[in-house]
């Protein structure tokens, strides 16, 4: 058996790769553990910094080996933070040189699998080798187009919609099968189609904590703890959830503290917001290490998870959800769909719509105001779905399976 699959060969395809960090990394490591040849196509990691990582150098094309997983890197455009040209060009050049390297190389390698968690412009260099090579492909999908596309504010004309859903057409129905984040996800692959292909259900984990570190202090004065922690952008809502933290009364925000963990393009506007409303008790700490990420966890009394009011979103259910079920902690979701859905039936925390900030501010008072035996209801249930559903090497092997078309 062991010989069998020594032989066998998967070719992951990804804009982002190990040192970035994303669950690419633990599939392909996993899926190397159990025997298999695994290479990657990937671009020069940037991100989330927009910078090249040091001591890397942005050429055209290079070749290294990690962990015994042979890596085939692009050139990568930097400078996306601050640019949407910039973050455009990004994915339409990966999309150019990664399917020069996958024509080359993807011949030699038995299946494909594309990590789909940004623009699906990046998939194109793994569907080719179903187009020319008849490669079994198979796509996890973690954002669905081209609903994201106008979620990030690309205005809905019949050019566009055309494009795209043309774009979306060829992608898909030169995929073989299909693994999704979001049950939901279903709807809106199997109107592209032109033949019954089989989909399945396969959640985001949660990211492993180290449990070893001593937790982090937040202040030197004893306060409940709201904590948000992740890619700060403007589809994460953070405004409203300042907003909303900025009209709890004095007494009870003096009880409190809204920390704010991660970077991105949306910060320094949320800072501004802080320092011309005078939103006391609001922290930003900058970006952190994730495999420290849980003293910041320890540390915290409620974990948030936020996003704005569009479609697109209640399909999503964020990867910060399961790690905040991990992390065994009350979750507060400002969110609507099947995210907000877990939480309440599962009995997670709470969730409140995005863009009502009288009701965001009440569960941030009823939080405050929560007792112990209520949030210890919350954290049994917590550890409950995270050794079930959101299992992380049952979802590894139900993506394997897929891949090698065993499931």
Known sequence: MEEILSQKSILIVSEYFYPEEFKINEIALAWKEK????????????????????????????????????????????GYKKSIFKKILKYFSF?????????????????????????????????????????????WILDIWPDSVYAYGFKKTKFLESVLNTFVRFVYRNTSSFAISGERFRDKVIPYLDAKKEIVYAPNWADELDETYEPFSFSQDEKIHFTFA?????????????????????TLCKQAQLNII???????????LVEQAKI???????????????????????LIV??????????????????????KKPIIAILEGDA???????????????NDLNAIKNVFVKSIKLSKDEKEV??????????TIFSKEKIIDKLLAITIGDS
């Not at 290294?64 to 692009?74: A, H, K, L, T």
């Not at 992740?230 to 004095?250: H, P, R, S, T, Y």
Request: proline share 4%; net charge positive; with cysteine.
């Open 35 to 78: 025997g298999y040849k695994i290479g990657v196509v990937t671009s020069v990691p940037t991100y989330p910094i927009g910078e090249v990582f040091q001591p890397y150098k942005n050429h055209f094309y290079q070749h290294e080996i990690y962990e015994g997983i042979d890596i085939y890197r692009v050139r990568s455009v930097t």
């Open 95 to 139: 999309m150019f040189f990664a399917t020069f390297v996958t024509l080359k190389i993807g011949k030699k390698y038995d299946y494909i699998f594309g990590f789909d968690i940004g623009a699906l412009t990046c998939m194109i260099p793994a569907v080719v080798l179903n187009k020319f090579y008849k490669k079994r492909v198979v796509l």
């Open 230 to 250: 992740g890619n700060i952008g403007k589809v994460q809502n953070l405004d409203n959830v300042i907003k909303a933290f900025g009209k709890i009364d004095a």
């Open 262 to 272: 991660g970077d991105g393009s949306y910060l320094e506007t949320l800072k501004l």
């Open 280 to 302: 006391s008790n609001v922290v930003f700490w900058g970006r952190k290490p994730r495999n420290e990420m849980q003293r910041y966890f320890q540390a915290s009394d409620f």
């Open 306 to 327: 936020s996003l704005i009011d569009k479609p697109i979103f209640s399909l999503t259910v964020p990867a910060k959800v399961q790690t905040y079920i991990a992390a």
């Open 340 to 354: 907000a859905k877990i939480i309440d039936e599962n009995k997670l925390g709470f969730s409140v719509k995005p």
């Open 378 to 387: 919350f954290i049994q249930n917590s550890h409950r779905l995270s050794e």
